[in-house]
């Protein structure tokens, strides 16, 4: 179990590469679907999913994000900008 839960916390930080790199390169489409995939695996994905989902992709996305001043609120789908919300606010950010 342990390696398994492993495996899905690498492959959220891979997915949340793929998405940083995806708009370094102005390539929003593909952004938005990176998000899009994200958002239908936060919804219907295993617990462990959800969670690797919330804290290491969306945390990663937003960071990135936040650090070079895009705006999120446009990319983000509804769920995950909940999500995001939620950890801002119970970070005391």
């Known amino acids: 179990m342990k390696n398994k839960v492993n495996t899905i916390y690498k492959q959220a930080e891979r997915f949340a590469e793929i998405t940083k790199k995806s708009?370094?390169?102005?390539?929003?489409?593909?952004?938005?679907?990176?998000?899009?995939?994200?958002?239908?695996l936060f919804i219907s994905g295993s617990l462990e999913t959800?969670?690797?989902?919330?804290?290491?992709?969306?945390?990663?996305?937003?960071?990135?994000?936040?650090?070079?001043?895009?705006?999120?609120?446009?990319?983000?789908p509804q769920t995950l900008k909940a999500e995001y919300i939620k950890q801002v606010n119970t970070s005391g950010v």
Do not use: P, T
Not at 23 to 40: S, T, W
Not at 62 to 76: D, G, P, Q
């Open 50 to 76: 959800k969670n690797a989902i919330s804290n290491v992709y969306v945390f990663s996305v937003s960071s990135f994000m936040e650090m070079r001043h895009c705006n999120i609120s446009h990319l983000f």
């Open 23 to 40: 708009i370094i390169c102005g390539n929003i489409v593909r952004a938005k679907k990176c998000l899009a995939l994200a958002e239908r």
